[in-house]
């Protein structure tokens, strides 16, 4: 679908001076205590909702505009993925935000009449820095946590996708309380501006190179930060797996958003028995989903600017392996095919970097063993893991790796429904977002005990003059 009547605004950045404004602004929402309240949330919650349901046509023809996206994948991985994450909240939000009561010691007996409980409160006023691949879903699903959490945020928008920053900030701007949240647009002197002011919590998505330089300014107010950054990811096939199952879910995998999917595999590591065939099922399931070739499909989405289109193309023209599908590139249309690389050596280019893009490669091994121990070594806590064979073996790929999620036999479900965690493990991230995670994300838990004054008679054993007879009681 072609969405040529919509306009869309020029991309503009933020002035800087006007930065430490929008902060103090989101800050001063939060200290009136307007926040706390569950219906202001709630308000919040269903006026976004109602924003995202009207801006649907903005935001595809951004996305088209910006990656090229499909309306299916738009719908599917960025709008309907954001409604369904916002309705999720606001169905669960009254029980989130109960407090808990905590049970007290029942010895000594003093303790046992102490009333003990966690009281949710919200961490204060964040900062929301996204991604592009996912330039809408990733940076407003934990918005969501944090309007939920009854924060005040700033959220700042990927610039390599700037019709997406674009009407992001309209329509948040717009519809939602104008002091408790912001959009900002920008850069890197934009992304700076905001790391000078203080925040309560940072919440960044993107490459672990930006996430050490979010993560060492934060450290220096002892600012709390969430990292989701990228990782080189595998997956397993063995002998046993199902392998033309196995072939289509994986290409699904790296033909998704061009394989600019952080959780995307980077590399196949197959038993080399079954290799030729597993190539044979890639190609078949490539025929069928692109029977007239990707570049002509509608429904494949484009690298996102030239420079990326250059990195990735070095990766495989440093490559001393094999290309075994696709390989096609055409630099007028930043278009790269899905592109599958036989490899055998760990110092592969193809190996080294993380591709966040339609290509991958494929490694035989001649055991389970082997298979494990080249992962580890490649990558030792990757952002996910994807395991095709038996149930044991499943079960013994999950032991012996580790990584911040998995999905046995498929490609990136641990990671697209909305009720479960999602987050890296190591250097692959910390914290993690998503069903309730997104809500304690955003959330100190706040322990309060009321001994009662009643029991002084009971407590006054604690005041000087000591008197160590006393601590048996
Ligand atoms: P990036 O790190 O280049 O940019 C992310 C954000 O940081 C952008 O908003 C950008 O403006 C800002 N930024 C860039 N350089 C900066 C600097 N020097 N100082 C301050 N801010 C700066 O990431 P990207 O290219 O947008 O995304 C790709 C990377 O993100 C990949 O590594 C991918 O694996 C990772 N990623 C991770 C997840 C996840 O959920 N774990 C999701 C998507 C992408």
Redesign the pocket.
Known sequence: MEYTNVSIPAFEPTPLETIPAIASAARGAFRSHRTKSLQWRQVQLRKFYWAVEDYKPQLLAALQKDLHKSTFESLLTEIDWLKKDCIFMLDHLESFAKDEKLGSPAVPAVYSIMKMRVRKDPVGTVLI??????PVQ?LLAPFIGAIGAGCTAVV?????TPACAMVIKEMIEKRLDNDAFAVVN???P???AL?NEKWDKVF????????K??ARKAAETLTPVVL????KNPAFVTKKANLALAARRLLWGKTLNAG????SQNYILVDKDVVTTFIEHLKQAYREMFPNGAKASPDFARVVNQR?FFRLKKMLDDTKGKIVMGGAMDESELFIEPTAVLVNSVNDSMMQE?S?GPIFSIYPVNSLDEALNIANLVHRTP?SLFSFGSKAENERILNEMTS?GATVNDSYFHATLNTVP???VGD??WGAYRGKASFDCFTHFRTIAEPPSWAESLMRVRYMPYDLSRLSM
């Open positions: 820095i996204g991604p592009y691949n996912f990733l700042k928008p990927s610039e390599l920008g850069g890197i934009e992304t700076t790391m960044f998505t993107g490459s672990a190179t930006v996430g330089i979010i989701e950054l990228g990782g600019q999917v952080c959780l990326h993380e966040f952002l911040g999602f987050g890296g692959s991230g």
